[in-house]
């Protein structure tokens, strides 16, 4: 798959610019745009922790605690998944407020646009991958 992009796109022993979590929106287990936005940002010089597919929002939220993250990445590439990027945006936000937290959240996928990001309240949105790189390094200051 998609492995055989990395060897191109990352730069090993570079200092990381930022920790992100990223993965698929629960119930959603396709990860093709997820593990092309991964690469893209590990290749940017950023820490990935990539949870996988079909993410339970507190498994983000625990991930983003534990490793220090800068930023949370959703995606999804159902629209039954814009139900749960909300729930996941709206409780993560929450954690921010009331359990010591300080991540950015980005959301991506095909069913997922501005409109709906800014719905939901999520830091930002991109459309690609590469703007999800752009908009990550926004984030962190890089």
Same mark, same amino acid.
């Given at each position: 798959?998609?492995?055989?992009?990395? !060897?191109?796109? +990352?730069? !090993?022993? +570079?200092?990381p610019h930022g920790i992100v979590v990223i993965g698929t929106a629960r119930? *959603?287990?396709? %990860?093709?745009?997820?593990?092309?936005? #991964?690469?893209?940002?590990?290749?940017a010089g950023f820490r990935i922790?990539?949870?996988?597919? %079909?993410?339970d929002?507190?498994?983000f939220i625990e991930t983003a605690q534990n490793e220090g993250a800068d930023l949370i990445a959703i995606s999804g590439l159902l629209t039954t998944s814009m139900?749960?990027? *909300?729930?996941a945006v709206r409780a993560i936000s929450e954690a921010n407020k009331t359990r010591n937290l300080n991540v950015k959240v980005m959301v991506g996928g095909p069913p997922v646009n501005q409109?709906? #990001?800014?719905?939901?309240? #999520? %830091?930002?949105?991109e459309e *690609? #991958?590469?703007?999800?790189?752009?908009?990550a390094r926004q984030f962190i200051g890089h």
């Amino acid at each position: 798959g998609l492995e055989i992009l990395r !060897p191109f796109l +990352a730069k !090993p022993g +570079a200092k990381p610019h930022g920790i992100v979590v990223i993965g698929t929106a629960r119930g *959603d287990l396709h %990860d093709i745009g997820k593990n092309l936005v #991964a690469m893209l940002l590990e290749g940017a010089g950023f820490r990935i922790v990539d949870l996988g597919t %079909d993410v339970d929002t507190e498994r983000f939220i625990e991930t983003a605690q534990n490793e220090g993250a800068d930023l949370i990445a959703i995606s999804g590439l159902l629209t039954t998944s814009m139900i749960e990027i *909300d729930k996941a945006v709206r409780a993560i936000s929450e954690a921010n407020k009331t359990r010591n937290l300080n991540v950015k959240v980005m959301v991506g996928g095909p069913p997922v646009n501005q409109d709906f #990001a800014d719905k939901i309240e #999520a %830091d930002g949105y991109e459309e *690609d #991958a590469p703007g999800a790189v752009r908009r990550a390094r926004q984030f962190i200051g890089h």
